[in-house]
């Protein structure tokens, strides 16, 4: 798909003033009228060719998380698990139409929390790496007015915490429910002046996630309402 018809690129000029961003977040082209402003985010990148650095390559250009996300997210054929599971368990569906996947990710902001690229798969991501990255993601909440936050996840949340009070802005994340997989769900809650910015923690949907034990815990406590639109048909 045309990946510029399909982002809100009214945004990209506060981006570009934060030279702390190195890759812009997706956003989705009906994202401003979107009826809750809501950001999905992801954890971190990794190089998956280190013998070319082809990852590299890519997230040297800030519109490096965009094409990924237009060649995952947008090829709707394509059976990534970060995507695809989380779409299965917005919709509660094991093969949710294209119409729904195209008004989910044109609905939403997609951003990862973890801002420099990882070595490999292999590597986890560092407590002051998710500490900068939670910096930059609450700037950027506040630029692009969000609501609602479904976090890939959960090891981010004490970051999370210690962020806020660096801050001063009352932030709570706590568990709720009953494991999910072996993983608890966390919700939190971050208080800006008189804006409220709700977070759900989940547990990666790239490994081990059941949509189906999932779908309830996200749909419970996550508002999703999109402008519907039409998938087009493969060439």
């Known amino acids: 798909m045309d990946t510029i018809n399909l982002l809100d690129l009214s945004y990209d000029h506060l981006f570009e003033s934060r030279k702390t961003l190195p890759w812009w977040p997706w956003v989705g082209s009906q994202f401003g009228v979107s009826p809750v402003k809501t950001m999905v985010l992801g954890e971190s990148v990794y190089e998956?060719?280190?013998?070319?650095?082809?990852?590299?390559?890519?997230?040297?250009?800030?519109?490096?998380?965009?094409?990924?996300?237009?060649?995952?997210?947008?090829?709707f054929g394509r059976d990534t698990p970060y995507v695809r599971n989380i779409e299965r368990a917005i919709f509660s569906a094991l093969t949710p139409a294209d119409d729904q996947k195209l008004s989910l990710w044109t609905s939403v902001a997609y951003h990862n929390l973890v801002l420099e690229l990882l070595p490999s798969n292999g590597h986890r991501p560092s407590d002051s790496q998710f500490r900068a990255g939670w910096h930059e993601t609450l700037d950027l909440c506040e630029q692009l007015q969000i609501e609602q936050c479904l976090v890939y996840g959960v090891e981010s949340a004490d970051a999370l915490r210690a962020v806020a009070a660096e801050r001063n802005l009352a932030c709570s994340v706590r568990r709720i429910g009953a494991k999910v997989g072996g993983c608890y769900p966390r919700h939190g809650v971050l208080e800006s002046g008189d804006r409220q910015l709700k977070l759900l923690f989940v547990r990666h949907p790239s490994k081990f996630f059941s949509w189906r034990r999932w779908s309830p815990v996200i749909r419970s406590n996550l508002t999703f309402e999109f402008v519907v639109q039409a998938a087009e048909a493969p060439s």
């Open 48 to 75: 998956w060719d280190s013998l070319r650095g082809a990852a590299a390559s890519r997230y040297a250009q800030t519109t490096g998380l965009r094409i990924t996300h237009n060649n995952h997210a947008l090829s």
